[in-house]
């Protein structure tokens, strides 16, 4: 009945192939993609050259950073290499033309100056810097520039007012410095029986912070800008949000702000720690590394053992201490930093 019905209707039952006819293979078959050929990257033209190989794509870039690339192999490479090798020989200088032996003696330079005391005080010093210019760079960094974020008025006035020291020559603001800070300076007429016995600069519990308040303040505008332009990138949608569900300005901050500046708060620290294992010109145009060796740092110290004293065997020894040092710290304070 059914077929019959159909036949009527003039239509067929569904699933019946037409009698007679056969599906046809397609002739159009897609071949598979070639391999590459073995050695040879799949988006690498097959005519390359080996140059362009070596190069890449885009041999103008290493054209550009050439001159940079050099001057970091000048200035910092080769002579620290050279400093590796003076630390681990017999190695002092002599007139132009004179050869001498440098004999290798190994770890002896640096058993000689981490015997002493003044290499150990040095290191002292360096410590107390970092334990007071590290997190008062943070704190006061991101405390300006929040306010500063916050301002309506007067925000450029008060970002080259920052910056200005920055930019300024250490030596122009250290005069500054010790016209305020020594025996008859202004804070000491200010203070007037309150003043400090022996003077700041005389001090030698004093001095080294005042050193580190000095480097603070004189490096705050750069660190201001770096939190100042990762705050303006945070949504203030979180900071909306944040107030709606009843936080608090503090709240608000500690749960939107600290996070979205975590990252600049890691450089921060980074740059600070490699800023502290430079210390020099400060020191050495204040107080000389006085009073009593208070005011000493590594880097004054290889310069007197390595220029004033001729001993650039053991001044090596020192910089190649100072640097591992710095290394590691750095290294432990990222990863404390950024662990999350």
Do not use: C
């Not at 001057?71 to 132009?96: C, E, K, N, R, S």
């Not at 410095?177 to 700041?200: E, K, R, T």
């Not at 990252?263 to 620290?269: A, G, K, Y």
């Amino acid at each position: 009945m059914t077929s019959l019905r159909d036949s009527r209707d003039g239509t067929k039952p569904a699933g019946d192939p037409p009698r007679g006819r056969h599906p046809r293979p397609s002739t159009h078959q897609h071949a598979p993609p070639a391999a590459a050929p073995e050695g040879r990257s799949p988006g690498r033209r097959p005519g390359a050259s080996r140059l362009e190989r070596r190069l890449g794509n885009s041999p103008l870039g290493l054209v550009l950073t050439a001159p940079y690339t050099a001057y970091v192999l000048v200035v910092f490479i080769i002579p620290f290499g050279v400093g590796v090798w003076m630390a681990f020989h017999d190695y002092f200088f002599t007139a132009p033309g004179v050869s001498v032996p440098h004999p290798f003696v190994g770890f002896d330079n640096f058993t000689e100056v981490l015997g002493e005391e003044r290499t150990r005080r040095a290191f002292a010093n360096l410590g107390l810097f970092m334990a007071i210019n590290i997190p008062l760079t943070v704190v006061l960094a991101l405390t300006l520039a929040s306010a500063l974020n916050a301002a309506t008025h007067w925000r450029g006035f008060f970002r080259v007012a920052y910056y200005v020291p920055y930019v300024t020559a250490s030596v122009a603001t250290l005069a500054v410095w010790l016209f305020l800070f020594n025996g008859s300076g202004a804070v000491n007429n200010v203070l007037g029986p309150w003043a400090p016995d022996p003077s700041w600069l005389a001090n030698k519990h004093l001095v080294m912070p005042l050193i580190a308040v000095y480097v603070t303040w004189k490096q705050l505008g750069f660190y201001i800008l770096l939190y100042l332009a990762a705050l303006q990138n945070v949504p203030k949608e979180l900071h909306e949000a944040a107030v709606t569900d009843g936080a608090g300005r503090w709240q608000a901050f500690r749960a939107v702000t600290l996070p979205a500046v975590r990252p600049v708060t890691s450089l921060v620290i980074l740059l600070s720690i490699i800023t502290a294992g430079q210390i020099f010109t400060e020191p050495f145009l204040l107080t000389g590394g006085g009073p009593s060796g208070a005011s000493l740092t590594p880097a004054l110290l290889v310069y007197q053992r390595g220029i004033e004293q001729g001993e650039p065997d053991a001044a090596a020894a020192i910089g190649l201490i100072l640097v591992t040092g710095v290394l590691i710290i750095a290294t432990v304070a990222r990863r404390v930093m950024e662990r999350d």
